[in-house]
């Protein structure tokens, strides 16, 4: 069955979506995203996504062409429409088509931004056969632009660091930069030692995670002690634990670093338990 999306105010069968070749974000990679997690036929930390969004939208300069009230409708009538129960709602907003090619960009009070919206169907995306083994990571150099805090489509490195890791027969790649650990392909990383869960500041050199706030909020109300710093691979390879979190994969237990078994290769305690709180708390809280 075709998909309903939605592009620039008109609900559409996906096979009549259309945006122009002039578009800055085809031409330029210049537009921002968002992808919101749903549960239950319901939308997990859609207030977190659209503050974030707001915010990578000032960082270039961007208009705000929807207000959050009229996201979330639009957002709701999607997964109504394509009767989503468990999956994802994919959000994208480019500066527009103003003109031909220019690397200058427009005013934005003169631009008129695009905007699509889809939804993905991910039937099993809470009971994860993934989240009950255990991931397989693999370190690569982080090659990235200085400004990851910003949610660009600007996507190529990611996507050449998750093939590098399809290629070593793996589920993933952290990423290294100076000697330590940035972040994953498209996942905030952590280590666990002890009652200790350390992961890197927020900063400029990684996402502001909406699934990390959430996820560090709960570790510390369960009584884990919370220690943002960089860690390098070799710590996490001594770690008791390790896992990701990001919008798609709530809390991922990592059991392998660079072919490096962490504990029994099993998941540890506390990712289970944040998963399982993680998962309890946004489906309490899920709009």
Request: glycine letters at 8%; charged letters at 25%; zero cysteines.
């Amino acid at each position: 069955m075709s998909r309903t999306v939605y592009v620039n105010g008109e609900y559409l069968p996906e096979g009549e979506a259309k945006v122009s070749i002039f578009d800055r974000a085809f031409l330029m990679g210049d537009g921002v995203y968002e992808v919101t997690s749903v549960l239950g036929g319901k939308l997990i930390d859609f207030a977190g996504h659209a503050k974030r969004l707001a915010r990578s939208l000032d960082e270039l300069e961007m208009p705000h062409p929807l207000a959050e009230a009229e996201l979330l409708e639009i957002h709701r009538e999607l997964v109504r429409v394509n009767g989503i129960d468990e999956g994802l709602v994919y959000l994208q907003i480019t500066r527009g088509a103003p003109g031909d090619r220019d690397f200058v960009y427009p005013d934005p009070e003169t631009t008129t931004p695009t905007v699509v919206l889809f939804t993905q169907a991910k039937p099993g995306l809470a009971d994860s056969p993934a989240a009950r083994r255990g991931m397989r990571v693999i370190s690569i150099e982080d090659q990235r632009w200085g400004r990851r805090d910003i949610k660009t489509v600007q996507l190529l490195y990611p996507s050449m660091g998750k093939m590098m890791a399809k290629k070593a027969g793996v589920d993933d790649a952290w990423m290294v930069e100076d000697g330590a650990v940035t972040e994953g392909t498209s996942n905030n990383a952590y280590i666990v030692k002890g009652n200790r869960i350390v992961t890197r500041a927020l900063s400029n050199d990684i996402l502001h995670g909406i699934t990390r706030a959430a996820v560090l909020r709960y570790a510390a109300e369960a009584q884990m002690e919370v220690e943002e710093r960089d860690f390098t691979i070799a710590e996490a390879q001594e770690a008791d634990e390790a896992f990701i979190t990001s919008a798609s994969t709530f809390v991922m237990p990592v059991v392998e670093i660079d072919g490096v078994t962490l504990g029994d290769g099993t998941p540890g305690p506390r990712a289970r338990r944040l998963r399982e709180i993680y998962l309890d708390e946004s489906l309490k809280a899920a709009i």
